[in-house]
């Protein structure tokens, strides 16, 4: 089936680095991806829809300018946590739109712990 | 989406079926019901979905009551690594989905 892929699984970072994780969509090209975190013991969150070739747009209280979404290609978006503090440590997954009817699969998950 | 609801949490025996309900009450015509399943630290794992009709796969069965209000994922045979928190969303072709509590699924030897 269709597969996902993220880069990296997971990444420690000092408080105030910022973190690029990468989504790929490998099975076919995604006009649109969708950024969803998830804090221990909780569901999934959607964060953010990235559009190729345009802005993402953002969930109400996820802030735009300290995730940053750049969506380069029709098989890549990237996802950039600027200026980490504890609180961004999160599970950060991605899943590409499927095409009307298809399956819809997700990313591993990359882990983020910001010390 | 349509907001979905499952029960917090169920128990199977292993090789057992496992039954696992979900209402959406509120699902309108072109949203199909999606189960997706998460085992610890990993991303969400597609189980199956359906829009009207029963659907059945190597994993499970999907079984939509005529109403479309509500379904159950069936597992046939639960094992040890079926053990999960599973959800149930209901998405339309913009596949914007929203997850809600899940059913953690904590199969028993």
């Known amino acids: 089936g269709a597969v996902v892929s993220q880069h990296p699984s997971w990444v420690i970072c000092k408080s105030g680095t910022s973190v690029k994780i990468e989504c790929r969509s490998l099975d076919f090209q995604a006009t649109t991806m969708f950024w969803y975190r998830q804090f221990p013991k909780q569901s999934l969150m959607l964060m953010a829809t990235s559009n190729e070739g345009s802005k993402a747009t953002y969930e109400q209280g996820v802030e735009k300018d300290k995730f940053l979404i750049n969506h380069a290609s029709l098989t890549l978006s990237t996802l950039t946590v600027t200026s980490a503090h504890p609180e961004d440590s999160s599970f950060y997954i991605c899943t590409p739109r499927a095409p009307h009817g298809e399956t819809q699969y997700f990313g591993p998950g990359t882990r983020l712990l910001v010390l | ?109």
């Open chain 2, 1 to 109: 989406d349509a907001k979905t609801t499952q029960p917090t949490s169920m128990d199977c025996a292993e090789g057992r079926a496992a039954n696992l309900p979900c209402n959406h009450s509120t699902i309108s015509g072109n949203e199909y019901v999606y189960w997706y399943r998460q085992i610890h630290s990993q991303g969400p794992q597609y189980i199956i979905h359906g829009l009207k009709n029963n659907e059945t796969n190597e994993m499970a069965s999907l079984i939509i009551t005529e109403d479309r209000k509500s379904s159950t994922l069936i597992l046939p045979h639960a094992t040890l690594r079926d053990t999960a928190v599973y959800y149930c969303i209901a998405a339309d072709n913009n596949n914007d989905m929203r997850f809600g509590a899940g059913t953690r699924l904590t199969v028993k030897p």
